[in-house]
């Protein structure tokens, strides 16, 4: 599987963005689609994720009320829009599929995506 990330970018502190990722073939129910991010000089944390089948989201602490994630089954792609963006939001976000389940842990995702940069201004 190939995931395809986009929509990062600029935005200032309070600003929105939306992220997609595409995948290059179905996904099933039992799968597990998850956002990750990597600031610099830090290690990957999870920020997001869904049930491919269920749409059962899971959300870090840091991101709740503030991300949304969902998919669409018909284009194989998940979302993650951002809103109330702050500065500590700067990072590279990452996509990934794991194919056994549910999941926080990036060792436990099989494919990953290669990544966009959101850099939100103070």
């Known amino acids: 599987v190939q995931l395809q990330a986009s929509g990062g970018g600029l935005v200032q502190a309070g600003g929105s963005l939306r992220l997609s990722c595409v995948a290059s073939?179905?996904?099933?129910?039992?799968?597990?689609m998850g956002w990750f991010r990597q600031a610099p000089g830090k290690e990957r944390e999870f920020v997001a994720g869904?049930?491919?089948?269920?749409?059962?989201?899971y959300y870090a602490d840091s991101v709740k009320g503030r991300f949304t994630i969902s998919r669409d089954g018909a284009k194989n792609t998940v979302y993650l829009e951002m809103n109330s963006l702050q500065p500590d939001d700067t990072a590279v976000y990452y996509c990934?599929?794991?194919?056994?389940?549910?999941?926080?842990?990036?060792?436990?995702?099989?494919?990953w995506g290669q990544g966009t940069q959101v850099t939100v201004s103070s």
């Open positions: 990934a599929v794991a194919f056994r389940g549910l999941s926080t842990v990036e060792d436990d995702y099989d494919y």
């Open positions: 073939r179905r996904l099933y129910s039992s799968h597990f």
């Open positions: 869904i049930r491919w089948g269920a749409g059962t989201r």
